[in-house]
């Protein structure tokens, strides 16, 4: 049975970093691309960040480039998204996600990945 969980959330400060983990289980993580995910109260999942199956092409929203990074251990079967610069606005519960995407990966097609995780809250707040 292929799964993913996420973990490394929590509080950080505004100005602060957190590093998430998101580990594979049940297939071959470099067949897949991965997708981070969030979801504020009262507002729609939004796409972060993706990293393509094979060469791991990244994708970023514009509301985190230049702050977050996301990275993959295909040896590890785990992708990383570490968070910088944390705002208020970064708060939210991230959820990781996998699926065969051909071409790359999308933030926009949540349709496109078909294991999700559970989730882990981030909060931003002083």
């Known amino acids: 049975q292929s799964q993913v969980a996420e973990s490394g959330g929590g509080l950080a400060q505004p100005g602060g970093s957190l590093r998430l983990s998101c580990v594979a289980s049940g297939f071959t993580l470099e067949n897949y691309a991965i997708g981070w995910f969030r979801q504020a109260p009262g507002k729609e999942r939004e796409g972060v960040s993706c990293?393509?199956?094979?060469?791991?092409?990244?994708n970023y929203a514009d509301s985190v480039k230049g702050r977050f990074t996301i990275s993959r251990d295909n040896a590890k079967s785990t992708v990383y998204l570490q968070m910088t610069s944390l705002k208020p606005e970064d708060t939210g519960v991230y959820y990781c996600a996998a699926g065969l995407v051909q071409g790359g990966c999308t933030l926009d097609l949540l349709y496109e990945y078909d294991d999700w995780g559970k989730g882990t809250q981030v909060t931003v707040a002083s």
């Open positions: 990293t393509s199956s094979g060469s791991g092409t990244t």
